[in-house]
């Protein structure tokens, strides 16, 4: 094959090896002699330079020439826009040795040493109190984990089927029966799930369809812990069913 003028100063390739089971799509310079472009698919398919043997393919895969002059330019071959270079490597690796991450050292540092360091992030977020670090966080989530302590002894304390008194801030004391303590679906945190006496609640035991306890509608309701108290505490008559 005839090798043509060429004005574009560089060319896009394929890249394939015999180290590699994929093909990269790669820009080269044509003033590159076949010794600096070996160097520059070392990177690429991880063969020794002085290692490999290259062949050139066209477009339609159709073998063209080895690129094995030294000394002469790229842009000497007929190496075209969307031409496969294959790289043949001689090092006696195998199909798929630099594929394989296993087998890859992995750098490991200790905690210890990594907080010792100036330029890690974890420095840099303790610098700026940032994260994890940051000072109303921290004393956000110690709130949030304190008041998740105190809600669980709370919860701890009240048996599923006491008589019980909720006096919920801003409203009268109601009377009813726990019939659910635990964790649920709709909120976070412990919740006391209250049968009252009367229908002075907001459900019938259920909340976005999952149901926790059985009652009629408008006699259950789910209160925090700490606005339960447990006792002997009888029935209360409110009225509600007088006309």
């Not at 290692?51 to 007929?78: R, V």
């Not at 826009?81 to 200790?110: F, N, P, Q, T, W």
Request: net charge negative; aromatic share 10%.
């Amino acid at each position: 094959m005839e090798v043509t003028g060429l004005s574009a100063p560089t060319v896009n390739v394929f890249i394939s090896s015999s180290l590699n089971s994929f093909r990269s799509q790669k820009r080269y310079s044509r003033s590159l002699t076949i010794a600096e472009f070996k160097c520059k698919l070392q990177l690429v398919v991880g063969s020794p330079a002085s290692c490999m043997e290259l062949e050139l393919y066209g477009p339609d895969d159709k073998f063209y020439s080895k690129l094995d002059q030294e000394d002469a330019l790229l842009g000497s071959y007929p190496v075209d826009d969307g031409c496969r270079i294959h790289v043949i490597d001689h090092s006696g690796a195998r199909l798929g040795e630099y594929e394989d991450m296993s087998k890859v050292e992995k750098y490991e540092i200790s905690q210890e040493a990594y907080d010792q360091r100036q330029n890690s992030v974890r420095s840099f977020l303790k610098r700026n109190k940032l994260g994890r670090y940051s000072e109303e966080e921290r004393a956000q989530q110690e709130a949030e984990s304190s008041q998740h302590l105190t809600e669980e002894a709370q919860a701890g304390a009240i048996p599923v089927g006491s008589r019980c008194e909720v006096q919920a801030p801003g409203q009268p004391p109601r009377r009813g029966t726990v019939m659910y303590v635990g964790l649920t679906d709709f909120k976070p945190g412990y919740w006391i799930g209250v049968r009252y006496d009367e229908p002075l609640g907001k459900n019938d035991g259920s909340v976005n369809g999952k149901r926790y306890f059985e009652c009629q509608a408008k006699y259950g309701a789910f209160v925090r812990p700490s606005v339960v108290t447990v006792g002997d505490f009888p029935e209360e008559d409110y009225g509600l069913d007088e006309m």
